[in-house]
Nanobody, 124 residues
Framework: QAQLVESGGGLVQAGGALRLSCAAS????????MAWFRQAPGKEREFVAR????????YYADSVKGRFTISRDNAKITLYLQMNSLKPEDTAVYYC?????????????????WGQGTQVTVSS
């Protein structure tokens, strides 16, 4: 079974930047799309950004549009999230997810594979 491993989280001051990575352990699934979600304490998990693996088309939540960039490296089967101009409200555990089939890609129920999460903390 494919595994996703996130890295790159940490503590940063408001206005700073971080880059998250998500490496897939093996190509046992035909990747249709991958995405980033996040969950802040006491809140539900929310969609951040997604990318269709082959076309590279992207889509962002309004709250991160213009600040975050999702990208992928096909050869390394790795997903990235470049986060700039970070705000305290971006503080959350960030999860990467993957799916092998089409569907509503801004919905967590569409994704079969999930990473363990990486903590991002933005101080004011």
């Amino acid at each position: 079974q494919a595994q996703l491993v996130e890295s790159g989280g940490g503590l940063v001051q408001a206005g700073g930047a971080l880059r998250l990575s998500c490496a897939a352990s093996e190509r046992t699934f035909s990747t249709y799309a991958m995405a980033w979600f996040r969950q802040a304490p006491g809140k539900e998990r929310e969609f951040v950004a997604r990318i269709r693996w082959h076309s590279g088309s992207t889509y962002y939540a309004d709250s991160v549009k213009g600040r975050f960039t999702i990208s992928r490296d096909n050869a390394k089967i790795t997903l990235y999230l470049q986060m700039n101009s970070l705000k305290p409200e971006d503080t959350a555990v960030y999860y990467c997810a993957a799916t092998s089939r089409p569907g509503p890609l801004d919905t967590d129920s569409s994704y079969e594979y999930w990473g363990q999460g990486t903590q991002v903390t933005v101080s004011s």
